[in-house]
């Protein structure tokens, strides 16, 4: 307890401020009106008769027990982790000036009239608003200008997203005192960091682009649901989001009401909207936007499946507020005393731009999405709704036929034919317009409420079928196999990158060994040598370049030994190669950190013991949430604030530290804080572990100088104890590749992309401070059997190695200039060590 008040004291005091401020008022069980009034904020008290310490006393108060609870848990979780980054007096100063300013700026904004026509300005301006969640949101957006990128982006695009979702869909004038705090907490908070804010294109690894996207893609389904579910609001969008249900009470209801007034042709249409109130219209009303969420899922998968049902339901959602929240109302109005320029306000330009917005959102995602579902499955999941469309429409057709005299006006075939689409819409967004025919006995009902509910259902699981699938991508068993032939042989340090998400799998007719290749260009690139026993594994390989050829792929096997490459057609031509590295390696066996060369790691090693930073050697599945949050935050971060393209292929990201087989030493000081981490991929041969190899490197921006090779020493340390035979520090991708005057189109290739990434990876110096180590190098080839396949294979490798990249850059970085050029068939010819 000391602890925190220690490290807390501001956080703690408002939440205690906050209880007693409830049982002083007594409203633990919700204000009476007499304190509501009191506390509570109203633009025409606060302007009318100067009340300005309402703009403080209604933060102080929650509406209700449930609201109490939750402010009290944000104050001590959100307020108490942002305190740690403002300090006690700023946390103090976004409080309260947050608190002021978004009740001051959200009821000017009331009093002026400036929201939805003065919609804002009749009911809510004289209602007392107590609006606890304010301050907090105000400290949050104030804290994120002093934190790293990756959770400033996330609570600044995530929070904003929200709270305008909110705004839009139930506006109540809480929702926009939370907006008018937000906005000045993130002034404040640039204030505070003397920075300006501005738009920050970062960049994100794949995983957090795709959980950005697929939250904001959530958030706009359940946007709608929030106007369902509150009972009164005023926000813009808040009459598109009522279109998502039962639109009316019992049509009965409603004409003894409509007895009394004047206006017929409003009556007129609810009415008929009223009778079109079946529970299955509440269900369709329910399921494109439970097809939403079922994108968002879908989308954090990496299921590109999932950005096109969100492009596809978002777009249409669009489609119909254009056309029947916008030119509907026109075109039914029967005294015409409307014309296009009047319907098209800010609240019909919303209810298309929102959905547009959330349809561009879901296709920035498109390239952090690469799983495809296969074809096969597309076709079934195509087929499947296809057929409920049919039946659908058939069965509306037939039965309508059958019971015709339950509709008014009777219809025909053709009539009913043409009333079926709309019958697959939201009943909500029909309350413009007459729908004919309509039903008038209970069957009718029946028919007219369900039968656009299994076309959706079926869209709805077929979605979630085919997303779960994979294109190309191994099956549980394959991948278990694969796994089986790496324990009992992993051909070179890399083998296990044969496990690695994007790879396909080929295994050998006898099934002693299988080859894990990407196919892109026409080539299936191979990611090193076969694995399985070294025996049969040559042939394996010869036999994976056969079956290739009879599909029409040309096949590379790309980080191999030379003298693999070299035996690859003992009796043909030689395969040309190409050095795409070095694998450095250490013997954990002779390593001794003895003499003058080793004063650097020498230094890192005491440094660490001196500030209480100590090696774990563990594994993902072994680390608590807080730990794992922490690795994410600093990969993030490393990637945003270095503006990298994330790179795959032989490079791994957090999503390769979640295999169970793959170790991670991390440094973490006496706070529990992770000040660097490393994770090191297996090498197995007889199913034992027989070496262990360097993949992925992050640090915290201000740990400790050294920690990385504190780190290394550390794992060789461990691997000398666990008898291991090697414990290699990973090839050093693109070094010294395009050093040649005679490099061809391949060459000049890897060259551009080394000098395109060098200064952000650095290679070279990644290589250079490698041999702080004393590793042996050698080489490794990329191997293919004919130069005609360069071009192919010059996109297959700058596909694999920058998957975001244009493919116009990448052609124009290996055309040769004229001073240079060269046959393209002239083979690029290597002989072992470059």
């Avoid at 009303?285 to 492009?311: C, D, F, T």
């Avoid at 919303?350 to 799983?371: E, F, T």
Wanted: net charge positive.
């Amino acid at each position: 307890m000391k602890h925190l008040l220690r490290e807390r004291p501001v956080s703690l005091s408002l939440a205690v401020l906050l209880l007693v401020a409830a049982i002083a008022t007594g409203s633990l069980v919700g204000p009476s009106d007499a304190v509501r009034a009191g506390a509570g904020l109203d633009p025409a008290g606060l302007f009318g008769a100067g009340r300005v310490l309402s703009l403080l006393t209604s933060v102080l108060l929650a509406g209700n027990p449930a609201e109490l609870l939750l402010v009290l848990a944000a104050v001590l979780l959100v307020v108490g982790a942002c305190e740690r980054v403002l300090g006690s007096r700023r946390t103090v100063l976004a409080w309260v000036a947050t608190a002021a300013a978004g009740g001051l700026l959200g009821s000017g904004a009331q009093a002026a009239g400036l929201l939805t026509r003065a919609l804002w300005t009749t009911p809510p301006l004289t209602q007392s608003t107590l609006h606890p969640e304010t301050p907090v949101l105000g400290v949050l957006l104030t804290a994120s200008a002093l934190a790293g990128p990756l959770w400033r982006r996330r609570i600044r695009l995530l929070g904003f997203t929200a709270l305008a979702v909110l705004l839009l869909y139930s506006g109540q004038p809480e929702d926009l005192y939370h907006l008018a705090g937000a906005l000045a907490g993130l002034g404040l908070g640039a204030l505070l960091a003397r920075r300006r804010p501005r738009l920050e294109g970062l960049r994100s690894s794949h995983q957090e682009a795709r959980a950005l996207a697929a939250a904001a893609t959530a958030v706009g389904a359940i946007g709608p649901l929030v106007a369902v579910v509150q009972p009164v609001g005023y926000g813009l969008l808040r009459p598109l989001g009522r279109l998502f249900r039962d639109p009316a009470p019992p049509a009965q209801h409603l004409a003894d009401r409509c007895g009394a007034l004047a206006d017929g042709s409003t009556c007129a249409r609810v009415l008929h909207a009223a009778a079109l109130g079946f529970p299955g219209t509440v269900l369709l009303a329910l399921l494109p936007l439970a097809v939403l969420l079922a994108a968002s899922l879908l989308i954090l998968r990496g299921r590109l499946l999932g950005v096109w049902l969100a492009v596809g339901v978002n777009a249409l959602l669009a489609v119909l507020g254009a056309v029947y929240y916008g030119l509907l109302p026109v075109l039914g109005d029967p005294d015409g005393a409307r014309d296009l320029r009047d319907a098209v306000t800010l609240q019909s330009l919303l209810a298309v731009l929102v959905p547009l917005g959330s349809a561009v959102i879901a296709l920035v995602a498109v390239r952090h999405c690469p799983v495809r579902p296969p074809r096969r499955t597309v076709l079934a999941a195509s087929a499947a709704l296809g057929a409920a469309l049919v039946a659908s429409a058939v069965v509306w057709t037939v039965a309508g036929l059958a019971m015709r005299q339950s509709f008014l006006p009777v219809p025909g075939p053709l009539d009913l034919l043409a009333a079926w689409p709309e019958r697959l819409v939201p009943v909500g967004f029909l309350r413009w317009r007459s729908v004919d025919p309509l039903p008038a006995g209970p069957l009718a009902g029946v028919l007219a409420g369900w039968v656009g509910v299994p076309p959706w259902l079926t869209l709805l699981v077929a979605a979630l079928v085919a997303g779960g699938a994979a294109g190309g991508a191994a099956s549980p068993r394959d991948r278990a196999r694969l796994r089986a032939l790496l324990r009992s042989g992993g051909a070179g340090s890399i083998s296990w990158m044969a496990t690695w998400p994007g790879n396909r799998t080929w295994f050998s007719p006898d099934g002693r060994h299988a080859v894990a290749y990407r196919e892109g260009a026409g080539v299936a690139l191979a990611v090193g040598e076969p694995a399985g026993a070294e025996d049969g594994r040559l042939q394996a390989a010869r036999d994976f370049a056969v079956s290739c050829a009879d599909r029409g792929l040309v096949p590379a096997f790309y980080a191999v030994e030379p003298a693999f490459a070299a035996a690859l057609a003992p009796d043909g031509v030689p395969w040309a190669v190409v050095e795409v590295g070095e694998d450095t390696v250490i013997d954990p066996a002779t390593f001794s950190m003895r003499g003058k060369h080793w004063a650097d790691v020498r230094s890192s090693i005491n440094r660490a013991e001196r500030q209480g930073v100590r090696a774990v050697w563990t594994d993902w599945a072994s680390l608590p949430l807080a730990t794992r949050s922490q690795i994410e935050a600093i990969s993030e971060e490393w990637i945003a604030d270095k503006r990298l393209p994330e790179l795959g292929f032989t490079l791994g990201g957090v999503e390769e530290l979640r295999d169970r087989e793959v170790r991670l030493m991390l440094a973490v000081d006496a706070d529990d804080r992770v000040q660097g981490v490393t994770s090191w991929l297996p090498t197995w041969r007889d199913d034992e572990l027989r070496g262990l190899t360097l993949d992925f490197m992050r640090r915290r921006p201000e740990s400790m100088n050294g920690v990385m090779e504190f780190l290394i020493a550390a794992v060789i340390g461990t691997a000398q104890g666990m008898g291991l035979e090697f414990v290699s520090l990973s090839v050093a991708p693109l070094s010294g590749v395009g050093d040649q005057e005679d490099d061809g189109r391949l060459e000049r290739l890897l060259a551009a992309i080394a000098r395109s990434l060098e200064p952000v990876y650095g290679f070279s110096s990644l290589a250079a401070y490698k041999e702080k180590f004393r590793p042996e190098h050698r080489p490794q080839v990329l191997a293919h059997p004919d130069a005609v396949s360069l071009p192919a294979i010059t996109v297959a490798v700058a596909r694999a190695h920058l998957p975001d990249r244009p493919l116009s850059a990448m052609l124009r970085a290996v055309q040769p200039s004229r001073a240079e050029a060269e046959p393209a068939s002239a083979p690029a010819h290597r002989g072992p060590g470059g």
